[in-house]
């Protein structure tokens, strides 16, 4: 019985070409984005799912409570985890990460790495990493040992065996081969190359040979990544709970002496890429974001139902040519429910047709998405379980109503052929036609607002000029020689400026400080810049009071700082003018004044406001150069700063950004929404437009005979085509009513995470409407004026 329903479904697919095209390429269509956001979505929830503890392991981030503000970072002291596994049995082990950039050395070949971590030795125990060489426990006990991945181990050693072999850190120091592990997997929420033993930093602390690390009890140096592996069975919020009540009591205190203290607070290592956006991520990692998941799930199945939506409303318009033949089935015996498997099998053969057509789809279209958003796609066995849902899915709601409907009509009436509508039917199909629509101006308003906030961030004034502006990685033992390397930079004629300094985009160091006027226990966390007296000319960076650092005044590099406006602001110091020579204490390190206030510039993503910042002297943190280039011949002076890099540079690999692309790369989920959304709008109003230009040809063919008597008593062509496209033409106009208000709610709510965002203007939804008016217009008026164009005496003739 299956096999003959089939059959008669294929002969009805195939007897009506241009309603099967139609809702196999729509189908298809729609199929083919809800599977390449299903892949896409499978690869974003994947990540750190690898771990075989990864229901255990949490990372330890840090709430620091100030006297006028919170700040939740996601690095913690170390001390911090040290303590907790002490003092809580539930926790089974700590791992604390290190972030460290260093020169690494064999046989005469140097590499400058800039992603090594410092890690405790319980690393390769609790994270499922795959050990080739080497003993999980023991690999990372001792000092001067270093796990390095397959890639490390072969761009340092080449085809010669890894392990056991000596490399040089930083030319002075021997580190030895202790594991070799498999590269880490794409879906991990950080990358490296190569782990080194945390007792080595601790050693070298000791020795004041780490010029990034120090003060390793101090509760408020949140410098490291600590994760913790709970014991089975573990409520991980009420040992958070006990963890802070631990915490309050070590830190009274201190509380009291500085007036600020902090939480912690337990994240579930499976949420950092998609849920965490916290300050100080790890440098070069870009975390996903959840809320643009559930967006380009939302369109993908969107873009479905706009399919489905015209399944519908094609298969109940063309129910009428179909009458006939339902007529004859029930008076040769058929009941009705044998009538709806025939007709839902139908819509499920058309389901698995279109199936096969978007999967070739997606072939061609999975190189492009993954250039475009930055992953790579694999498929997997969920597409084959996709893929019966969806033909299961789309055969019963796209072939139930219009199966459930041609199933109802009496025989009698049906052979008579004056089966029609009523209105309920008319009205629901109308109703769909206004959905697609709707969906289609929603989408067309998004994804412009989008392309104007992402067009807003890269054109908006910051504060500083960040193009032409390129930075060069120094390593620590390249440090000695960086004024020297600076200064033969600067000799290069396409060189405009040239600054030795700590910042970056990507982040920016926090410390505490003690501003004037604040008692002694209300010291707030700053961010904050080393540089030297060129910063401010290299970036273009305006001064609204004082003066610049000078190597005229000595004392500059010991006691000078210079404050953005917004540090003003939060320290109480009225305004600019009256900031200049005000007091700061910072950290222990420096105390001095303020010789300049600086115009408020923006050091961090235009998602948040601007925070305070003090810029100050302090060459030991400066791990950066940043060149201010002029654009003619660029190819060759970066060339030149090449050959002049590597003449003196020689601990340091050469490698350079454009603070541009590090500013752009900010917003690389933005980027890639826009791509996806773009696609799928175009995709949308497609579907659409095959599903109107379909309704509108069955439903001109009903009125052939009509437009021939119009045409024989006069009417012109054009007022037969407004006749026959004003109908249709409405149902956009209430889709534009519908779709408007939610497009604008749904945006508004989504430029609320911007600090700086654009206006919505009333333009973006009129363009919106008006768009959509012309291509519904274009669809209908191609079958309009065909009919209107047409010899009245054909369609007349059988009369």
């Given at each position: 019985?299956?096999?003959?329903?089939?059959?008669?479904?294929?002969?009805?697919?195939?007897?009506?070409?241009?309603?099967?095209?139609?809702?196999?390429?729509?189908?298809?269509?729609?199929?083919?984005?809800?599977?390449?956001i299903f892949l896409y979505v499978n690869n974003e929830l994947s990540y750190d799912h690898y771990h075989t503890k990864?229901?255990?392991?949490?990372?330890?981030?840090?709430?620091?409570?100030?006297?006028?503000?919170?700040?939740?970072?996601?690095?913690?002291?170390?001390?911090?985890?040290?303590?907790?596994?002490?003092?809580?049995?539930?926790?089974?082990?700590?791992?604390?990460?290190?972030?460290?950039?260093?020169?690494?050395?064999?046989?005469?070949?140097?590499?400058?790495?800039?992603?090594?971590?410092?890690?405790?030795?319980?690393?390769?125990?609790?994270?499922?990493?795959?050990?080739?060489?080497?003993?999980?426990?023991?690999?990372?006990?001792?000092?001067?040992?270093?796990?390095?991945?397959?890639?490390?181990?072969?761009?340092?050693?080449?085809?010669?065996?890894?392990?056991?072999?000596?490399?040089?850190?930083?030319?002075?120091?021997?580190?030895?081969?202790?594991?070799?592990?498999?590269?880490?997997?794409?879906?991990?929420?950080?990358?490296?190359?190569?782990?080194?033993?945390?007792?080595?930093?601790?050693?070298?602390?000791?020795?004041?040979?780490?010029?990034?690390?120090?003060?390793?009890?101090?509760?408020?140096?949140?410098?490291?990544?600590?994760?913790?592996?709970?014991?089975?069975?573990?409520?991980?919020?009420?040992?958070?709970?006990?963890?802070?009540?631990?915490?309050?009591?070590?830190?009274?205190?201190?509380?009291?002496?500085?007036?600020?203290?902090?939480?912690?607070?337990?994240?579930?290592?499976?949420?950092?890429?998609?849920?965490?956006?916290?300050?100080?991520?790890?440098?070069?990692?870009?975390?996903?974001?959840?809320?643009?998941?559930?967006?380009?799930?939302?369109?993908?199945?969107?873009?479905?139902?706009?399919?489905?939506?015209?399944?519908?409303?094609?298969?109940?318009?063309?129910?009428?040519?179909?009458?006939?033949?339902?007529?004859?089935?029930?008076?040769?015996?058929?009941?009705?429910?044998?009538?709806?498997?025939?007709?839902?099998?139908?819509?499920?053969?058309?389901?698995?047709?279109?199936?096969?057509?978007?999967?070739?789809?997606?072939?061609?279209?999975?190189?492009?998405?993954?250039?475009?958003?930055?992953?790579?796609?694999?498929?997997?066995?969920?597409?084959?379980?996709?893929?019966?849902?969806?033909?299961?899915?789309?055969?019963?709601?796209?072939?139930?109503?219009?199966?459930?409907?041609?199933?109802?009509?009496?025989?009698?009436?049906?052979?008579?052929?004056?089966?029609?509508?009523?209105i309920s039917d008319i009205i629901f199909r109308k109703g769909l036609v206004i959905f697609q629509f709707s969906i289609?101006?929603?989408?067309?308003?998004?994804?412009?607002?989008?392309?104007?906030?992402?067009n807003f961030i890269q054109s908006r004034n910051i504060g500083l000029k960040k193009e032409q502006v390129l930075t060069?990685?120094?390593?620590?033992?390249?440090?000695?020689?960086?004024?020297?390397?600076?200064?033969?930079?600067?000799?290069?004629?396409?060189?405009?400026?040239?600054?030795?300094?700590?910042?970056?985009?990507?982040?920016?160091?926090?410390?505490?400080?003690?501003?004037?006027?604040?008692?002694?226990?209300?010291?707030?966390?700053?961010?904050?810049?080393?540089?030297?007296?060129?910063?401010?000319?290299?970036?273009?960076?305006?001064?609204?009071?004082?003066?610049?650092?000078?190597?005229?005044?000595?004392?500059?590099?010991?006691?000078?700082?210079?404050?953005?406006?917004?540090?003003?602001?939060?320290?109480?110091?009225?305004?600019?003018?009256?900031?200049?020579?005000?007091?700061?204490?910072?950290?222990?390190?420096?105390?001095?004044?303020?010789?300049?206030?600086?115009?408020?510039?923006?050091?961090?993503?235009?998602?948040?406001?601007?925070?305070?910042?003090?810029?100050?002297?302090?060459?030991?943190?400066?791990?950066?150069?940043?060149?201010?280039?002029?654009?003619?011949?660029?190819?060759?002076?970066?060339?030149?700063?090449?050959?002049?890099?590597?003449?003196?540079?020689?601990?340091?690999?050469?490698?350079?950004?454009?603070?541009?692309?590090?500013?752009?790369?900010?917003?690389?989920?933005?980027?890639?929404?826009?791509?996806?959304?773009?696609?799928?709008?175009?995709?949308?109003?497609?579907?659409?437009?095959?599903?109107?230009?379909?309704?509108?040809?069955?439903?001109?063919?009903?009125?052939?005979?009509?437009?021939?008597?119009?045409?024989?008593?006069?009417?012109?062509?054009?007022?037969?085509?407004?006749?026959?496209?004003?109908?249709?033409?409405?149902?956009?106009?209430?889709?534009?009513?519908?779709?408007?208000?939610?497009?604008?709610?749904?945006?508004?709510?989504?430029?609320?995470?911007?600090?700086?965002?654009?206006?919505?203007?009333?333009?973006?939804?009129?363009?919106?409407?008006?768009?959509?008016?012309?291509?519904?217009?274009?669809?209908?008026?191609?079958?309009?004026?065909?009919?209107?164009?047409?010899?009245?005496?054909?369609?007349?003739?059988?009369?």
């Amino acid at each position: 019985m299956l096999k003959n329903y089939f059959k008669i479904a294929w002969r009805n697919i195939w007897n009506n070409k241009l309603f099967s095209v139609i809702n196999i390429v729509g189908l298809a269509i729609g199929i083919a984005c809800c599977t390449v956001i299903f892949l896409y979505v499978n690869n974003e929830l994947s990540y750190d799912h690898y771990h075989t503890k990864a229901n255990r392991l949490f990372r330890l981030t840090t709430i620091v409570h100030q006297p006028k503000k919170n700040d939740h970072f996601a690095p913690s002291s170390p001390i911090t985890a040290a303590k907790l596994k002490q003092q809580f049995p539930e926790i089974e082990n700590i791992v604390r990460l290190n972030e460290s950039k260093r020169n690494i050395s064999y046989k005469g070949k140097h590499f400058y790495e800039n992603d090594m971590l410092y890690a405790d030795s319980a690393l390769l125990d609790m994270f499922s990493y795959e050990v080739i060489e080497g003993n999980p426990k023991k690999a990372l006990s001792s000092p001067y040992s270093i796990v390095l991945t397959e890639s490390a181990a072969k761009k340092y050693f080449g085809n010669e065996p890894a392990f056991g072999k000596m490399l040089q850190f930083s030319d002075t120091i021997n580190l030895m081969v202790t594991g070799i592990i498999k590269d880490m997997p794409q879906n991990s929420h950080f990358h490296c190359e190569s782990f080194l033993s945390r007792s080595t930093m601790n050693d070298m602390n000791k020795n004041n040979e780490d010029w990034n690390l120090n003060n390793e009890n101090n509760w408020f140096n949140c410098n490291s990544y600590s994760y913790i592996l709970l014991k089975e069975n573990v409520d991980y919020l009420k040992l958070q709970s006990k963890m802070n009540a631990f915490i309050e009591k070590e830190m009274a205190e201190l509380k009291k002496q500085y007036g600020m203290d902090l939480n912690v607070e337990l994240q579930k290592i499976t949420d950092i890429h998609l849920k965490s956006h916290l300050d100080a991520e790890m440098k070069d990692e870009v975390n996903g974001d959840i809320t643009y998941v559930y967006i380009f799930i939302g369109a993908a199945l969107l873009t479905l139902l706009i399919a489905c939506c015209n399944f519908i409303n094609l298969s109940t318009t063309r129910s009428l040519n179909r009458s006939k033949e339902i007529g004859l089935r029930k008076v040769i015996g058929a009941r009705r429910p044998q009538l709806i498997a025939q007709f839902l099998g139908e819509s499920m053969l058309f389901s698995l047709i279109a199936c096969v057509l978007s999967f070739l789809m997606v072939l061609v279209m999975k190189p492009a998405f993954n250039s475009f958003v930055g992953t790579s796609l694999t498929f997997n066995a969920g597409i084959f379980w996709l893929y019966l849902i969806i033909i299961i899915g789309i055969g019963i709601l796209a072939g139930l109503y219009p199966a459930v409907l041609m199933s109802s009509f009496s025989p009698i009436q049906s052979l008579k052929g004056k089966v029609s509508h009523g209105i309920s039917d008319i009205i629901f199909r109308k109703g769909l036609v206004i959905f697609q629509f709707s969906i289609a101006i929603i989408l067309i308003v998004g994804t412009t607002l989008i392309l104007q906030q992402l067009n807003f961030i890269q054109s908006r004034n910051i504060g500083l000029k960040k193009e032409q502006v390129l930075t060069l990685e120094l390593a620590a033992s390249d440090a000695p020689k960086a004024d020297l390397l600076l200064k033969e930079l600067l000799k290069n004629p396409k060189v405009v400026n040239g600054s030795l300094n700590s910042f970056s985009f990507k982040g920016t160091s926090n410390i505490t400080a003690l501003p004037e006027g604040a008692a002694q226990n209300e010291m707030t966390a700053s961010y904050v810049i080393c540089a030297d007296e060129n910063f401010l000319k290299t970036y273009q960076i305006a001064l609204t009071a004082g003066r610049d650092f000078s190597k005229s005044f000595a004392t500059d590099a010991t006691e000078a700082f210079l404050v953005n406006e917004a540090a003003v602001k939060s320290f109480n110091w009225k305004n600019p003018k009256n900031a200049l020579g005000k007091k700061i204490e910072w950290g222990g390190l420096k105390n001095g004044k303020v010789i300049g206030v600086v115009k408020d510039f923006n050091f961090a993503s235009l998602h948040e406001n601007i925070k305070p910042l003090i810029i100050h002297v302090y060459p030991g943190w400066c791990n950066k150069i940043s060149l201010r280039l002029k654009t003619d011949n660029l190819p060759a002076t970066m060339i030149e700063i090449e050959n002049s890099w590597k003449s003196i540079a020689t601990q340091s690999a050469y490698k350079y950004h454009f603070m541009e692309d590090e500013f752009n790369n900010q917003y690389r989920s933005e980027q890639n929404m826009k791509t996806v959304l773009s696609a799928f709008t175009f995709l949308s109003i497609l579907v659409a437009c095959l599903g109107l230009f379909g309704l509108a040809s069955f439903t001109i063919k009903q009125k052939v005979k009509e437009i021939g008597i119009r045409k024989v008593l006069g009417s012109s062509v054009s007022g037969i085509v407004q006749l026959l496209s004003k109908d249709f033409l409405k149902l956009v106009i209430i889709s534009f009513i519908i779709g408007a208000p939610v497009a604008w709610y749904g945006m508004n709510k989504w430029l609320q995470d911007y600090a700086y965002r654009i206006e919505i203007k009333f333009w973006v939804f009129a363009l919106a409407g008006l768009l959509a008016f012309l291509i519904a217009f274009l669809t209908v008026s191609i079958q309009a004026f065909k009919a209107a164009l047409s010899n009245p005496v054909k369609s007349l003739r059988t009369e």
